[in-house]
């Protein structure tokens, strides 16, 4: 079954303990994006990927890190959590940018302590 | 990086058409416009994409204005399973992939 996985689903942390989001698809796609979603402001993207070793910074990029060191996987790093990066994270992955669709992860609901 | 505007939240009544409008008035020629949908307690999932022309498939149609500054979004025969966040963006090729989603248009349907 083509799909996104994301590891933790749910996750509780305190303040400045470093943690990975994993994120893996099996489609062979190119391009993998994070997006952070909170209350009221929507789906926001945080870093995206448009190949190997290729990153880039969408929109709220500060306090996270990702690699794509091999295509399937494209985890979210956060070396010190705050409290203010409490929040739904989405992975997505697409064959292609322009006409091609984005298939999201199921989400990992982040809370900071 | 192009932006969409859509109303905050609409209201339909069960079994009938539903247009969700998206203004896009800063469009590229190469942007793609694509909606997307959020039901409660999921991730977005894909609608439909178009570039010049409208489209349909088995969930939606999409109607592109002429000059590309507007489109909407039309479900034909809403039910409450169509109850959700709707997104629409644009895409473009491929310089970079940078997408705004914005806070898109909740859909409440009344039975």
């Known amino acids: 079954e083509a799909q996104v996985t994301q590891n933790p689903r749910y996750l509780i942390t305190v303040t400045g303990k470093k943690l990975t989001v994993t994120c893996s698809q099996n489609?062979?796609?190119?391009?993998m994006s994070w997006y952070r979603q909170d209350p009221g402001l929507g789906l926001r993207q945080i870093y995206y990927?448009?190949?190997?070793?290729?990153?880039d910074k969408g929109d709220v990029p500060e306090g996270y890190k990702v690699s794509r060191k091999e295509k399937r996987n494209f985890p979210l790093i956060l070396e010190s959590p705050s409290p203010n990066q409490t929040s739904l994270y989405f992975c997505?992955?697409?064959?292609?940018?322009?006409?091609?669709?984005?298939?999201f992860g199921p989400g990992t609901r982040l809370t900071v302590t | 990086d192009a932006k969409t505007t859509q109303p905050n939240s609409m209201e339909s009544n069960e079994e009938e058409p539903v247009h969700l409008p998206c203004n896009h008035s800063?469009?590229?020629?190469?942007?793609?416009i694509h909606w997307y949908r959020q039901l409660p307690s999921q991730g977005p999932e894909y609608v439909i994409h178009?570039?010049?022309s409208n489209v349909n498939n088995r969930m939606a149609s999409l109607a592109i204005a002429e000059d590309r500054k507007s489109s909407t979004l039309i479900l034909h025969r809403a039910t409450l399973r169509d109850a959700a966040v709707y997104y629409c963006?644009?895409?473009?090729?491929?310089?970079?992939?940078?997408?705004?989603f914005g806070k898109g248009t909740r859909l409440h349907i009344l039975p």
């Open positions: 963006i644009l895409r473009d090729v491929p310089r970079d992939d940078k997408i705004i």
């Open positions: 800063t469009i590229s020629g190469t942007d793609y």
């Open positions: 489609m062979n796609h190119e391009y």
């Open positions: 997505a992955s697409s064959y292609g940018t322009g006409g091609y669709e984005q298939y």
């Open positions: 178009g570039l010049t």
């Open positions: 990927s448009m190949n190997v070793e290729v990153t």
